[in-house]
């Protein structure tokens, strides 16, 4: 078994029409055994910028405490909130300076940038970044939510479209992988408002 895979994930950030969604899981396990059931995978940055991270439990939690740091760094000294580009940059810069003894993390980096363009991106565990313009997914359950995505995604949904979307997705791969669900966390952000949304999914 992959250490990516030790402790199970799925995450999935998906763009809409001036909004976009990113969702994951909640199992928090040990290789097939359960450990928590209300896990946090998804971390918010400012109002319109989030971050996930997939990969081990605690390389997760450790990565998010250095990127808040960085980016309250950068508020204080450029007085502004960073952009999603900007921010993708940083996250894989601070992945890539670990490449000999990396952070098992596999982040998925969702914003909203100038005019309120939703933006996208996801990188592997060295900080080689991939950019989309419908969705993106990343842990143990990405291949199920290729799959997912691919046949229910559309151009130019609206915040609550997005959001059945999205949810329909998640819950139907992580269905399809033993290692990730116990329901999951939806966050659709707009340029007004943030919506979290805690899902049921199936308890085994």
């Given at each position: 078994m992959s250490i990516f895979e030790y402790n199970g994930s799925a995450l999935v950030a998906m763009v809409g029409k001036n909004c976009f969604a990113i969702a994951s899981d909640r199992r928090l396990g040990v290789q097939l055994?359960?450990?928590?059931?209300?896990?946090?995978?998804?971390?918010?940055?400012?109002?319109?910028?989030?971050?996930?991270?997939?990969?081990?439990?605690?390389?997760?939690?450790?990565?998010?405490q250095r990127l808040v740091f960085r980016h309250k760094l950068y508020q204080l000294?450029?007085?502004?909130?960073?952009?999603?580009?900007?921010f993708a940059s940083l996250v894989s810069a601070v992945l890539y300076e670990k490449r000999f003894g990396p952070y098992f993390c596999q982040p998925v980096i969702a914003g909203l940038g100038d005019d309120d363009k939703p933006f996208i991106c996801t990188m592997d565990s060295i900080g080689a970044k991939e950019l989309?313009?419908?969705?993106?997914?990343?842990?143990?359950?990405?291949?199920?939510?290729?799959?997912?995505?691919?046949?229910m995604f559309k151009p130019d949904m609206e915040a609550e479209e997005l959001f059945e979307t999205i949810s329909q997705a998640l819950l139907s791969s992580v269905d399809r992988d033993c290692l990730s669900g116990w329901g999951?966390?939806?966050?659709?952000?707009?340029?007004?408002?943030?919506?979290?949304?805690?899902?049921?999914?199936?308890?085994?």
């Open positions: 055994q359960t450990i928590a059931t209300d896990f946090q995978r998804i971390f918010k940055i400012h109002d319109k910028l989030f971050l996930g991270l997939s990969g081990l439990g605690s390389d997760t939690q450790t990565l998010h000294r450029e007085e502004r909130d960073m952009k999603p580009e900007t989309a313009k419908d969705f993106v997914v990343a842990g143990t359950a990405s291949e199920s939510l290729y799959g997912a995505c691919e046949s999951g966390h939806v966050y659709v952000v707009t340029p007004t408002e943030v919506t979290e949304r805690t899902l049921k999914g199936r308890m085994d």
